[in-house]
């Protein structure tokens, strides 16, 4: 079973909203995981944009998102969710969501510049009118 599968991406045109899930699979203890979305635009490095803490729910974004985008996640389902709000063409990119694994100590913490364990195939998101 793959360690992460995203779903949710799509066309939409600017001013819209996408909801992507992120399901982690049953070989992972999602309560051992950070969860990082990240993107990757055509001809563009990949960039980090948001993750959420094992735990207490601790969240961190990239500027360009901030006030936009919100993750989220269950841990009891498995899921992880980037609720993607006011989308604009420079939002266009595959997502990816990735696991992080962090000691028992460190739960409460994400950082989008660590370097993750698993990643996700990815999902395409296009921005255009």
């Known amino acids: 079973q793959l360690p992460l599968v995203e779903s949710g991406g799509g066309l939409v045109q600017p001013g819209g909203s996408l909801r992507l899930s992120c399901k982690v699979g049953s070989g992972l203890t999602i309560e051992s995981y950070a969860i990082g979305w990240f993107r990757q635009a055509p001809g563009k490095e990949r960039e980090g944009i948001s993750c959420?803490?094992?735990?207490?729910?601790?969240?961190d974004y990239v500027d360009s998102v901030k006030g936009r985008f919100t993750v989220s996640r269950d841990n009891a389902r498995k899921m992880v969710w980037l609720q993607m709000n006011d989308l604009k063409p420079e939002d266009t990119a595959v997502y990816y969501c990735?696991?992080?694994?962090?000691?028992?100590?460190?739960?409460?913490?994400?950082?989008?510049?660590?370097?993750?364990?698993?990643w996700g195939q990815g999902t395409q998101v296009t921005v255009s009118s």
């Open positions: 990735a696991a992080d694994r962090v000691y028992t100590s460190q739960r409460h913490r994400c950082s989008i510049h660590d370097a993750y364990d698993y």
């Open positions: 959420i803490s094992s735990s207490r729910g601790n969240t």
